[in-house]
């Protein structure tokens, strides 16, 4: 699997999800960085870690 990294925008083939992003119009997308970015990344809710909720 290649994904960008959200943080250094590099594709990388080993990519860690840090964050999902819920979207109102469609399916979430889900971030992902590299494992050199990860560990700097304040770890976001991830898809099986949202609940639903209503949120203003
Ligand atoms: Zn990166």
């Not at 399916?27 to 209503?54: F, K, Y």
Request: hydrophobic content about 40%.
């Amino acid at each position: 699997m290649i994904a960008i990294c959200c943080r250094c925008v590099r594709e990388t083939t080993a990519p860690v999800a840090v964050r999902y992003i819920d979207r109102t119009s469609g399916p979430g997308v889900t971030l992902h960085a590299c494992p050199d970015c990860a560990p700097h990344l304040i770890p976001g809710p991830l898809l099986w870690e949202i609940a639903p909720s209503q949120r203003g």
